[in-house]
């Protein structure tokens, strides 16, 4: 009977795959992990109230002291329903992430990302608006692709020393604002050839835009 999952996903070291799916017998979500548990520990809660959910999955070092990092050591695969409202809360560290958000409804999405090699990617219609998407990206090499088929109503991206690509094709029958701010780093800009976009930009001697 849950409609609506409100998702907070913390992943520190390693690999993580998250996908949208259509799952059988009323599964909301599958987390599937493979871990050194010498080094790395998890935590994984779901807790219902009437028709919404609350889901917390966590994966960190044990030591905050280790500077050597193996992705094989800590691989995670996440497939989440579609069908149902998620509003996603999800934080990447020293990460290498791959999200394929394919015919989820999500209304709500917030993304923050480390040191890590992260790509996002909407290739269907959201089934819903997204009322809130923020992301902060820091010294990282982060795609989004199709941000068109999210329905966003405001875009905040904030984007640190690293190189950035925004992608916003899609299906997009809909007004929208993106507010962009980097700051040492890079951000490489894809508009639709066939929608009308009015954008307004400050230059100066910090930066260049081509």
Known sequence: NVKSINAEINLGAGRFDITGARLA??????????????????????DQ????GDLFLSSEMRSKFRTEINSEE?????SFAEGVDWRLDVTAGAANCN????????SE???QVGAAECDLDFATPNQTRLSRFKINAGA??????????????QLDFEGGMGSFTLDFSGEFDYEAEARIEVGMGSVKIILPADIGVRLEA???????IV
């Open 25 to 46: 017998n009323g599964t909301l979500a599958e987390v599937e992990g493979r871990y050194d548990e010498r080094r790395y520990k998890h935590k994984f809660e779901f």
């Open 140 to 153: 990282c090499e982060l795609k989004v692709d199709n941000i068109g088929n999210t329905k966003f109503e």
């Open 99 to 106: 999200f394929d958000f394919s015919g989820m409804t999500i």
């Open 49 to 52: 109230s009437g028709s919404n």
């Open 109 to 111: 999405f917030t993304l």
């Open 202 to 208: 400050d230059e100066n001697w910090f930066n260049s």
């Open 74 to 78: 800590n691989q995670w695969e996440c």
